[in-house]
């Protein structure tokens, strides 16, 4: 939801292989044969192309790395579906790569060597909560760290209409997140209905703008405003996240 629109909610409610050793004869006998073949090259591993529905034990191996790096992508099954494929935007989100759920040698070779988040503001508490509305994906830090990279969902930036508690008229405004320095406040457990939509375990930063759960997190922004993460984030995102911690909204180039 937009950061009025939201607002609206509070007002109402309360986002090589190596090359083959050629055997060579022995340099007194040059038209010696070997007696033992040269051994058969190891080749690199590789990984095969993964897209959404993949099954396999690579794609487990996706989802165990993942996870090292702080992505959730859900239960490790080996089943790529929709919690691998957000945390596999998350990662290319972070690491610079064009978003999509189709991936093959680059992302793999990534996946060996990643980057880390770059972060939002100056500022860097040890226990914050960075948000990237260019790439679309937030990190929680905790004592310094990264504890948590997520893929998001931000105001899609459309021009809406709605109306305010107690209001006959509707107010129009366009579906934007705000950027700046905020710190988390007020939350609610479970689905919070609201005039724009329900939230799943809300915590606010920003008046009526809200980290929540969302049964849609496309890969584009797309809410009124709030920011939207995976549902399976959600469930335990607000016991990672206490009250007051420092919460940085930015749209780097």
Known sequence: M?????????LLAGCS????????????SPSAKPTTSAPTPTPTPTHRRLKPGAKGSDVEELQ???KALNYDPGKVDGKYGPSTEMAVWAFQAVNRMKQKSTFGKSFWEALADPEE????AKKREKDRVDVDLKRQYLVLYKDGEPRLISHISSGSGEYYCAKDRGATVPRCRYATTGTGDFRTGRRFTGWETSPLGRLYNPIYFNGGIA???ALSVPKHPASHGCV????HIAEYFPDLLGDGVPVHVRRPR
């Open 2 to 10: 937009t950061a009025p629109l939201l607002a609206a909610v509070v």
């Open 64 to 66: 165990r790395r993942l």
């Open 117 to 120: 988040p770059r972060p939002m």
């Open 228 to 231: 939207r993460m995976p549902m």
């Open 211 to 213: 980290f929540h759960g």
């Open 17 to 28: 292989g190596t090359d083959e050793a050629a055997t060579q004869p022995p340099a007194s």
